[in-house]
T-cell receptor, first 107, second 118 residues
């Protein structure tokens, strides 16, 4: 079973700043079967990135994903007010599992 | 448009049972794997179970194995989760979501709240 560890737990930034979130897997994820989701309070999660680096339909290009094997990251190049939220990584290599999440909050 | 609507949540006593449903529309339900994911109050997302498009394959998180059963009715475009021997720690919002089997969770419902309490 692949365990995902996200860091940091909380990221405090100003609007306009760059956010970099990390997701580390306990073993290599084949074919980069790694996704990122955004969740706002009271809402269902929304798919941002799949295959480690492919943006989902309608996702702004300020969101980008990278990485392979066991180390992955999500970058938001310039934070907009609507980007302050929870972010989760998820692996779908065989079974499924989520990381524990990173909260991006306004500094 | 793609729509997933969960129902069946509510208040149940410890040791009790509940069956959740997820009605799908706007896509070919029988083409997709389906999943249940839950989120305890103030906590993160926990994947619960998946079922393949033809129901030939299912998989469960260790935390629910032997107590929960996922099933689907492709003729009715509906996904189910039968939950038995419920515990306080099962209290959560339960979401259904679709994937390709080797793909991300590309569409989610809005969730249904299950509360296990005496």
């Amino acid at each position: 079973e692949i365990v995902l560890t996200q860091s940091p737990g909380t990221l405090s930034l100003f609007p306009g700043e760059r956010a970099t979130l990390s997701c580390r897997a306990s073993q290599s994820i084949s074919s980069n079967y790694l996704a990122w989701y955004q969740q706002k309070p009271g809402q269902a999660p929304r798919l941002l990135i799949s295959g480690a680096s492919t943006r989902a339909t309608g996702i702004p290009d300020r969101f980008s994903g990278s990485g392979s094997g066991t180390d992955f990251s999500l970058t938001v190049s310039r934070l907009e007010p609507e980007d302050f939220a929870m972010y989760y990584c998820q692996q779908y290599d065989g079974s499924r599992a989520f990381g524990q999440g990173t909260k991006v909050e306004v500094k | 448009q793609v729509r997933l609507v969960e129902s069946g949540g509510g208040l149940v006593k410890p040791g009790g049972s509940l069956r959740l449903s997820c009605a799908a529309s706007g896509f070919t339900f029988s083409d997709y794997y389906m999943n249940w994911i839950r989120q305890a109050p103030g906590k993160g997302l926990e994947w619960v179970a998946y079922i393949s498009s033809s129901s030939s394959d299912t998989n469960y998180a260790d935390s629910v194995k032997g107590r929960f059963t996922i099933s689907r009715d492709n003729a009715r475009n509906t996904l189910y989760l039968q939950m038995n021997s419920l515990r306080a720690e099962d209290t959560a919002v339960f979401y259904c979501a679709r994937d390709w089997g080797s793909g991300p969770l590309s569409a989610w419902g809005q969730g249904t709240l299950v509360t296990v309490s005496s």
